[in-house]
């Protein structure tokens, strides 16, 4: 079945560790995207990319970072620089560089716990 | 960014229509209001979206005013694994098609 995989679905991590989320999808849709979602909140955009080889900052982005050397992977990086790393990180994709109406489909997540 | 208003929290009678509201008063002509929902631990789900026309498909129907601003999902019998937060979202425009989350609506499924 094609989807969007996240792992692992629970991660823990020192402070001071960097850790990095992995996203990957098989459905070769084009652009990707990471939100991060805090307890009680909606979500918020970390990065997001069109392309490969490409990305843009979302609103959030400061203590995180990204690649997108391949079309189906999208990992993300919470650096040390991240001040509150603890939280629930989704990853999504969305078929058509141009085609901005399509829908965006969503991994199952990953829960990184920071102490 | 065109900003959606929901309740914060619905009730419904299990095997009853669901009528999820939202406000969106703000949208623009090319801007497209999506709904997703969320279950616990899990990732958003896509519903379904639209432009001004009303839309169904098998999970859900969308109504539109015709003046855009605001929206109604419905959900024609709701079960109880319909209980979820459901998010009325509006895209942003050509800013590589992201969505703008809000608070969302807590829908629970009564018995």
């Known amino acids: 079945d094609g989807g969007i995989t996240q792992s692992p679905k629970y991660l823990f991590r020192k402070e001071g560790q960097n850790v990095t989320l992995s996203c990957e999808q098989n459905l070769n849709h084009d652009a990707m995207y990471w939100y991060r979602q805090d307890p009680g909140q909606g979500l918020r955009l970390i990065y997001y990319s069109q392309i490969v080889n490409d990305f843009q900052k979302g609103d959030i982005a400061e203590g995180y970072s990204v690649s997108r050397e391949k079309k189906e992977s999208f990992p993300l990086t919470v650096t040390s620089a991240q001040k509150n790393p603890t939280a629930f990180y989704l990853c999504?994709?969305?078929?058509?560089?141009?085609?901005?109406?399509?829908?965006?489909?969503f991994g199952n997540g990953t829960r990184l716990t920071v102490t | 960014d065109a900003k959606t208003t929901q309740p914060p929290s619905m009730d419904c009678a299990e095997g009853r229509a669901a009528n999820l509201p939202c406000n969106h008063s703000?949208?623009?002509?090319?801007?497209?209001v999506y709904w997703y929902r969320q279950i616990h631990s899990q990732g958003p789900q896509y519903i379904i979206h639209?432009?001004?026309n009303n839309e169904t498909n098998e999970m859900a129907s969308l109504i539109i005013t015709e003046d855009r601003k605001s929206s109604t999902l419905i959900l024609p019998h709701a079960t109880l694994r319909d209980t979820a937060v459901y998010y009325c979202i509006v895209r942003v425009y050509n800013q590589g098609g992201k969505l703008i989350f809000g608070q969302g609506t807590e829908l629970s499924v009564k018995p």
């Open positions: 639209g432009l001004k």
């Open positions: 999504a994709s969305r078929e058509g560089k141009t085609s901005y109406n399509s829908p965006l489909h």
């Open positions: 703000t949208i623009s002509g090319n801007e497209y």
